[in-house]
């Protein structure tokens, strides 16, 4: 049986595709992993009950982000398809804004800000939006020093979108009532931006 332990990070390194070993708090490391964390919040979402065409959006989500990590663990200036690794492409995103269009249309439109929360499903939902915006922040941090395809963050760009309109659409379908902060109720009233929470 292969061992799951090799020892060769315990001096603080880890390899990238290819075999180059980096610092595991490097920028491209810490984007990959980031993206990791989000696809394995999606798996918890996943072993909650939920409505089936949800189910069916979050595990493509998943798959897309196994392919987004490879091509983020893919040393600066490698050929991702020497590794046969697909790249994020225009159709993918317009794949995440359909998405978006066609759970939004049964959700009220919002002009308040909601806190995070809701049965279990709807409140990983929220959590992982915000996963995908340190994902989405991460994969720019490394843009700085290395590049990286800038359609992975128009990616999580629109995710992290399509992660809170299904937080919502989840909870609705829960019959949990969405909750307002208090803070911002005046200076906001019934037209005030939500740009924040559903995203920019």
């Not at 490698?78 to 959700?107: A, H, N, Y």
């Not at 829960?174 to 037209?191: C, L, M, N, V, Y």
Request: net charge negative; aromatic share 4%.
């Amino acid at each position: 049986m292969t061992r799951i332990y090799t020892r060769t990070g315990d001096d603080g390194t880890t390899g990238l595709i290819g075999g180059k070993r980096v610092p595991k708090d490097a920028e491209r490391i810490e984007a990959y992993g980031t993206v990791d964390e989000l696809s394995a919040i999606l798996g918890l979402v996943c072993s909650h009950r939920l409505p089936d065409r949800v189910l069916e959006v979050v595990r493509r989500i998943q798959d897309d982000l196994f392919s987004v990590g490879a091509d983020l663990a893919l040393p600066d200036g490698m050929d991702r398809g020497e590794w046969g690794i697909p790249s994020t492409s225009d159709q993918d995103i317009q794949r995440l804004e359909k998405m978006l269009d066609e759970f939004q249309v049964s959700l009220a439109p919002l002009r308040r800000f909601i806190l995070p929360g809701g049965c279990a499903p709807g409140a990983l939902l929220h959590l992982a939006r915000t996963v995908a915006r340190r994902a989405e922040r991460r994969c720019v941090t490394l843009t700085r020093v290395e590049s990286a395809d800038p359609q992975i963050i128009r990616y999580l760009n629109r995710l992290s979108d399509l992660l809170f309109v299904l937080a919502r659409f989840v909870n609705q379908h829960d019959s949990q009532p969405e909750i307002h902060p208090t803070f911002g109720r005046k200076q906001a009233g019934e037209t005030g931006s939500v740009n924040s929470q559903e995203g920019a």
